[in-house]
């Protein structure tokens, strides 16, 4: 029997503390995992990629900081797409539930079509009620989108155990940290159990998470004065280098730069590096 594969193609739009975005595309389902820019941004750098804005059908956003829901509401207005966030978020936000905002709770699965649907599984972040997000397309293929957490729960690594693609944050090394310039207080934070996944949480993640399905990794939201991106790919080398043959990539905060695909051939292996400036 003829079978339809619809694939996922998972693009970071960019990525740091200056703002996120990652858009999510499966059939003709568009999707945005927040909306961190300015919204002249936002429109720029979909253009970069060829998607019209007002083609985007959904924005999640996944808490309230400002590099993930900045122009979430007037894009989700501007553009005429559904705009969804859990109930904190939205009161933090001063977003109306149902008027202006979709609100979701943890782990209810939110349609967006038959091609697209999104999981949001909460995730310890200072406070904020953030959520990691788990996007399945129509074929049951998943990936994961995960930032902003102190540390990786028991309920997150079940689910990204079941994806082919994971999109994690390498926010920081520690040694970098700790040597560097920020107060105590701040570097306390960092590392707390509400702050940001440092280089070694990540890599430990990804190995205990590691199976064979899993086709790309993308090191996400790296701190410009924390972390660098050989420091952040040689850590995870380190751990799953001799067990992982798939993709490993670095989303920086000037995006996007690549795409991947699930479910789809590829030339390279699912990955395409995109020729923008
Ligand atoms: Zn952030
Ligand atoms: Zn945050």
């Known amino acids: 029997m003829l079978s339809i594969t619809v694939g996922m193609e998972i693009t970071h739009l960019g990525s740091g503390s200056r703002g996120n975005s990652t858009l999510l595309k499966s059939g003709s389902t568009r999707v945005l995992v927040d909306c961190g820019f300015s919204l002249r941004q936002m429109e720029i750098r979909l253009g970069l990629v060829g998607v019209e804005p007002t083609s985007i059908d959904g924005i999640l956003v996944t808490h309230h900081h400002a590099d993930h829901s900045r122009s979430a509401m007037r894009a989700a207005k501007l553009w005429g797409a559904s705009?969804?966030?859990?109930?904190?978020?939205?009161?933090r936000m001063g977003w109306g539930p149902i008027s202006e905002c979709r609100t979701?709770?943890?782990?209810?699965?939110?349609s967006i079509s038959?091609?697209?649907?999104?999981?949001?599984?909460?995730?310890?972040?200072?406070?904020?009620?953030?959520?990691?997000?788990?996007?399945?397309?129509?074929?049951?293929?998943?990936?994961?989108?995960?930032?902003?957490?102190?540390?990786?729960?028991?309920?997150?690594?079940?689910?990204l155990s079941g994806c082919s693609h994971v999109s994690v944050e390498a926010n920081y090394d520690l040694r970098r940290l700790m040597s560097g310039p920020y107060p105590e207080s701040l570097k306390r934070r960092i590392s707390s159990r509400g702050g940001h996944l440092s280089n070694s949480q990540t890599a430990e993640m990804l190995a205990e998470i590691l199976h064979p399905a899993l086709d790309s990794i993308?090191?996400?939201?790296?701190?410009?004065?924390?972390?660098?991106?050989?420091?952040?790919?040689?850590?995870?080398?380190?751990?799953?280098?001799?067990?992982?043959?798939?993709?490993?990539?670095?989303?920086?905060?000037?995006?996007?730069?690549?795409?991947?695909?699930?479910?789809?051939?590829?030339?390279?292996?699912?990955?395409?590096?995109?020729?923008?400036?």
């Open 104 to 110: 979701f709770g943890d782990l209810e699965r939110i």
């Open 114 to 159: 038959d091609d697209l649907s999104l999981l949001p599984i909460p995730v310890p972040h200072e406070d904020a009620d953030n959520v990691a997000v788990i996007a399945t397309n129509g074929d049951g293929r998943r990936a994961g989108i995960v930032t902003d957490l102190g540390e990786p729960t028991v309920e997150l690594k079940r689910h």
């Open 218 to 277: 993308v090191l996400c939201h790296l701190s410009e004065k924390n972390n660098a991106p050989h420091l952040a790919e040689s850590e995870v080398l380190l751990h799953i280098g001799d067990r992982y043959s798939g993709d490993l990539s670095i989303s920086k905060q000037d995006g996007p730069e690549f795409s991947h695909w699930l479910g789809q051939v590829e030339p390279e292996g699912g990955v395409r590096r995109l020729s923008v400036p």
């Open 83 to 91: 705009l969804h966030a859990n109930l904190g978020t939205a009161s």
